[in-house]
């Protein structure tokens, strides 16, 4: 599963979470092709991509998934724990 953390459309700011179906985006992502300019072999790949999902709320950022941050705050807490109260 390949995961990008991207800059979203304003109008999904307000919502959660949304969901566009692969038929749409597909649609949006060979438009956008055409328009730019790219080779037919990029624009035939475009039925090859899955959906999308927008995730504004709880998603982690800069890329970082779930457990590496745990693992991040756990490696602090010790750290900080070490080093400033023992």
């Given at each position: 599963m390949d995961v990008t953390c991207a800059p979203v459309p304003s109008k999904y700011d307000d919502v959660?979470?949304?969901y566009i179906p692969p038929s749409q985006w597909q649609k949006q992502i060979r438009d956008f092709r055409l328009k730019i300019g790219c080779s037919?072999?990029?624009?035939?790949?475009?039925?090859?991509?899955?959906?999308?999902?927008?995730c504004n709320e709880r998603c982690i950022q800069a890329g970082i998934g779930y457990v590496p941050s745990l693992i991040m705050l756990l490696s602090f807490s010790i750290a900080f724990i070490k080093n400033c109260l023992i």
């Open positions: 959660p979470f949304a037919e072999e990029k624009i035939n790949q475009t039925e090859q991509i899955s959906e999308l999902f927008i």
